[in-house]
């Protein structure tokens, strides 16, 4: 069988009474509604909106190839009159319909029949990686789509396992994760987030560019496991792509909304891609293995928490770093040395307890400067056995 998502197109040149054609551009749909990515001087956004049902549909093919019929109808709820031309995509499989919609509140309706949209249509199908190790995933272990912003752009995707699915894996090591990408995101960078609240993630656990292979499931092994502590987890992809292009593979639903459909549009908040219409979760999946005890001692700089990278950072900026006993002993009395730009070693002494596989954060007893505009600073901080 083959789950088929098609989706409706509208591409326009825009006329108005007595001047030609003045521009011709790629529409993107939100829901049915056409998004405008900008106009001539001489057409009102008011004057250039058309609407198309339905925007999307999802077809089982049980025994392809199979011929698809289906009526959709484009409205012209304009004064003017708009040429357009519909492109119905089946991942990549065009088909165009050209029609001069010459009439305000027109309608054009019109029959897709003898399309066979199903011959060449590549899919992942079932991941090769679903052997004995535990995973975690809302997807079901198969693409049968992928998805892309028509106009390309940055932005991430994720999946989000709550404290109610993550506690029953304490102690275990999340170890390798896996993503079906279609079209190749050229950058892409892998990210584990730890507890935020159920809307965002917190601090960044994990992150790693990666460089994913099309049309296939990517299995990506971490370069230094992440602990299950038992909090929420976050897995996300920060993906960049051109126009046109589908990096993202989909089950076949439905969605685990709010859990396995996560997307952020850079500079915005986390949203439930479902309620965009897409029922689907993202092919994506972590894969865990099982704990071992670690040294007696290991002690280690687990992420430096201030200051973050920002444009605006001064001459008197604090710094708070967190510590981690990764070994079996408790631990006190932490050297750590700290390093600014290849400077000076700072050295000072944490006097406070660490138990075995325990946390927390420390202010470093200096003062930063890091005011120089357009300066890249490198800071080297870690624990230092005396």
Known sequence: MKVIKYFILLNQILWVVGVCAQHTHQAELIGNLQKIAFFPDQVRPSDTILSVCPASWTENHYDPPKVTVKDFTVTNTSPSAITFFVSVNPDSLPENIHKNLDIADG??????TDFDFSVDTIYGGASPNQLDEVSIRYDDGVNISSWGRLLGGVYEIAAYFPDTIMQQYAGMLLSQIEFYTHD???PCKLKIYDEGTPDEPGLILYEELVFPDSLTWNLFTLSADVEITGNDLWIAFEITHIAGETPLGMDAGPAVSGFGDLINFAGFS??????????YN??????????????????GVQA???PESDYNLGSEENMIIR??????????????ELILDNGIPF?????DTL???ESKNFYVPTILDLSNVGQTYIINVYHSWG
């Open 107 to 112: 309608k054009f309706k019109k029959q897709l």
């Open 184 to 186: 190749i995101p050229v």
């Open 270 to 279: 986390w949203i439930n891609f479902s309620g965009f219409g897409f029922d």
């Open 282 to 299: 993202w092919n994506l999946a972590g894969y865990l293995s099982e704990g071992s005890p670690g040294a007696a001692n290991d002690v």
């Open 304 to 306: 430096i928490v201030q």
């Open 323 to 336: 510590i981690k006993n990764y070994g079996t002993s408790v631990q006190d009395n932490i050297p750590v």
């Open 347 to 351: 050295n000072f002494v944490i006097s």
């Open 355 to 357: 138990q075995s596989g």
